[in-house]
């Protein structure tokens, strides 16, 4: 077991029995290989399946106790003869439920605080099942153990997706940036070197912009290098859109790109819309038009790029909207944003933030 002060597992195997319900395919093995804080190699009668343990998460690379957590799958597992219920496949991998001896590996692992619970709403884990490992990552946590145990650490799902928006934020920003640079318009990002971060930070836009005053919510970032930097929403995702098909998914992200010349702060406000679906639908009707009391205040056709993600096609529109559209957005009455034929209404916290990012651009 592990707590705050001594974060080492005690590896005594008090595995905690569980009824799970049947999965679609149970095979038998024994444990060759721990990959991973949650994937094992098990050598089954066919040969050897990689098997990534369902419903829980576990540490990144990056953050600590990653090694510790899986030096302690190792002692749980590795050796052992093992039952695998797959109840899930990728291409080189099958999820499902590890068990020794009858008892559920990842619910011990969740007991010893080794551990996080996936949300219902990420894993579909049923209630009984999600009951039954809720109450053990309870008294993990009220014992401080493991993940537990370490101020401030985020669950491994949480880490990723800041460290993909940190990412993306970094992408949009070093496309236009990078674009403006090459136009050689002094007023939209000229002589911007992306190529030389400062060293102390692998993140080119890690610095401290001293003339910028707190941005409140908004994400930000600055190259001093360069002298640019960014503040935006981050991804928002979008809900209750007019006309939307059944499956696609869409999130929108506005920042705004300054170049900054002593107190003086020139810059552009981009907004990029994100729909993940079956098919494209933004390939022929894209346009972005800013409606205002029913009357068009802005329109402007993207910038269109697209990807093919794990079976689902991305399409990533970027579009540069005005100073102007963004005050009556933010200053307007009635507000209408429509692309190609969605409609989507901007909310107050929507409001806000771009208030608080008209600020930083006056």
């Known amino acids: 077991m592990m707590n705050t002060a001594k974060p080492i597992f005690v590896f005594a195997f008090v595995l905690v029995l569980a009824a799970i319900g049947h999965a679609q395919s149970t095979m038998s093995g024994k444990v060759v290989e721990v990959l ?25 690379p990056e953050q600590p106790l990653h090694q510790t957590v899986r030096e302690h799958l190792e002692k749980l597992v590795l050796g052992k003869d093992v039952v695998f219920r797959a109840s899930g496949f990728d291409p080189g991998k099958t999820f499902g439920q590890l068990y020794v001896k009858s008892a559920d590996v990842a619910l011990q692992m969740l007991r010893d605080g080794a551990a996080w619970q996936v949300p219902v709403d990420k894993s579909g884990q049923n209630e009984a099942d999600s009951s039954a490992y809720q109450y053990h990552q309870n008294l ?3 014992e401080q153990r493991g993940v537990w145990g370490v101020k401030d650490l985020k669950p491994a799902w949480q880490f990723r997706a800041d460290k993909l928006e940190r990412a993306r934020q970094a992408e949009i920003a070093s496309e236009y940036v990078g674009q403006s640079a090459k136009s050689g318009n002094s007023s939209d990002f000229s002589n911007v070197v992306l190529d030389k971060p400062v060293r102390r930070s692998s993140n080119p836009w890690s610095d401290v912009n001293p003339y910028l005053k707190n941005p409140g919510p908004l994400v930000h970032g600055y190259n001093a290098a360069s002298k640019s930097g960014y503040v935006g929403t981050s991804l928002m995702g979008l809900k209750d859109i007019e006309n939307i098909p059944s499956g696609q998914t869409m999130a929108v992200d506005i920042t705004y790109l300054y170049k900054q010349q002593e107190k003086n702060r020139t810059g552009k406000f981009v907004v990029t ?10 390939l022929k009707a894209n346009t972005i038009k800013v409606m205002v009391d029913e009357k068009s205040v802005f329109a402007g056709k993207p910038t269109r790029t697209t990807t093919n993600q794990e079976g689902k096609l991305v399409e990533k529109l970027t579009y540069e909207v005005s100073k102007a559209a963004v005050e009556k ?19 107050q916290g929507l409001q ?4 608080n990012m008209l600020q ?3």
């Open 36 to 60: 991973d804080g949650k994937t094992v190699v098990i050598e089954v009668a066919s040969g050897k399946l990689t098997a990534g343990i369902k419903y829980i998460d576990v540490p990144e």
């Open 140 to 142: 993990a946590r009220q």
């Open 273 to 282: 819309l994100f729909s993940v679906a079956d098919q494209f639908h933004f």
């Open 329 to 347: 957005i933010v200053y307007g009455g009635d507000v209408t944003i429509q692309i190609g034929s969605y409609n989507f209404y901007p909310t």
């Open 352 to 355: 806000l933030l771009l208030y």
């Open 360 to 362: 930083v651009s006056s």
